[in-house]
């Protein structure tokens, strides 16, 4: 299965699989055989599939290095970056080489901005490890990483070359992982596309058990959905803000739990948050929004938010890197399947909001 992203200045397939055998062919169609490549992967993944790819990859490349981060946010740093730019100089990297990024979230967004950057750019493929990665930080061209205390604060947008997805290697994922990749594909479902999310509801058996079949599907659609999304606004002019949907209230639990939820848990009851804003306002029944807290339960994500308080996750809001002039901005649905854009929502209308999460949706 291929899907073709398109934005203003490029043009890459997405390739879904469940091995990475066809990899040496497509290298072949982009015409990036012969050039040296350097594998960005971390210590988590490079024992279980850093050998597998290199194999796979042996044959069209003079030459292939492999840099390995420790795992977390905490190598997610220009420092990190300074090293990987060593790395290469030293091994006579030039405007022909190619990094490849095999890991999740951070190794791709950490891989893509050296891919960016070094000699003002060279070409870059995505290998997304993580449900996360595959459904969400591989799609969209966002790479960069964290300064001081803040998240993804440098960065830039860049596309890669590729993006292939082998969904067997999710198997190896921990459980936590899984569901936190499930909250962003079951997201797309709810801003986008009612029939997708119906779909994760009849399949979760199949999805859960990590059937490829079905894996690869719902990943195709899924990148569909943030795919066509970025390629009519790659810059967050406008609707690429529907993809925050959840991710107002879910940043700040995320940052006020010292991130003991995960992103996607997070967002998870950001969701929840921002639906019981939409059903007081009437654009959501009530139906709606039980039917929305029993898929979240489905995939084992949070409902209930644990000892924060309300008034500390209202206060945090104020410093996303989302706010604008000093207003929140939040995504409401308007229905499953549609959403809206709402700078207009008031402070007793948020705190009730995850009030409702800290009662247990
Ligand atoms: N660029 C974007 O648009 C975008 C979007 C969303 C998130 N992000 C970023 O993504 C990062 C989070 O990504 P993530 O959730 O993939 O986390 P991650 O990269 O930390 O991976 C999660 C954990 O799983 C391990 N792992 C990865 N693949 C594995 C596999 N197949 N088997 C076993 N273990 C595996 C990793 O070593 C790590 O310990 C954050 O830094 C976030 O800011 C970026
Ligand atoms: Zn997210």
Do not use: W
């Not at 730019?85 to 990094?99: E, G, M, W």
């Not at 999304?229 to 949907?245: A, H, P, Q, T």
């Amino acid at each position: 299965m291929k899907l073709n992203i398109q934005t203003k200045d490029s043009n890459y397939p997405i390739v879904f699989n469940n091995s990475f055998q066809n990899l040496q062919v497509l290298f072949e169609e982009i015409r990036l055989v012969g050039n040296k490549i350097c594998i960005i992967t971390d210590d988590n993944v490079d024992p279980l599939y850093g050998d597998m790819l290199e194999n796979e990859l042996i044959n069209i490349s003079p030459r292939i290095i492999k840099y390995s981060i420790t795992p977390g946010e905490e190598a997610k740093t220009l420092d990190t970056v300074h090293k990987i730019y060593s790395y290469c100089l030293s091994n006579q990297f030039d405007r022909q080489s190619v990094i490849v990024a095999l890991g999740g979230g951070i190794v791709g967004d950490i891989a893509g901005f050296v891919a960016a950057t070094y000699m003002r750019g060279i070409k870059f493929i995505q290998i997304p490890t993580t449900l996360l990665s595959q459904n969400d930080s591989s799609v969209g061209g966002k790479v960069g990483v964290n300064f001081q205390k803040y998240k993804n604060m440098i960065g830039a947008f860049y596309q890669p070359q590729l993006v292939y997805m082998n969904t067997s290697v999710l198997e190896t994922l921990s459980d936590k992982e899984f569901a936190s990749g499930m909250s962003e594909v079951i997201k797309h479902g709810l801003i986008r596309d009612r029939d997708f999310y119906n779909y994760l509801i009849d399949n979760a058996n199949l999805i859960r058990a990590i059937d490829h079949d079905t894996i690869s599907y719902m990943n195709h659609r899924s990148c569909s959905i943030k795919g066509d999304i970025v390629s009519k606004d790659e810059k967050e002019g406008s609707i690429r803000k529907y993809l925050n949907f959840g991710h107002t209230i879910g940043h700040a639990i995320e940052t006020l739990s010292n991130f003991r939820y995960l992103h996607g848990e997070a967002v998870a009851l950001g969701m929840i948050a921002a639906c019981h804003i939409s059903f007081q306002r009437n654009m959501l029944s009530k139906l709606e929004l039980n039917s929305i807290v029993n898929t979240l339960k489905l995939y084992n994500l949070p409902v209930v938010l644990e000892s924060l308080s309300s008034e500390d996750i209202y206060k945090q809001l104020f410093y996303d890197k989302k706010v604008s002039n000093n207003k929140i901005i939040f995504i409401l649905l308007n229905g499953i399947g549609d959403c809206v854009e709402a700078n207009d929502v008031r402070k007793e209308e948020i705190l009730e909001g995850i009030e409702f999460i800290k009662r247990g949706a």
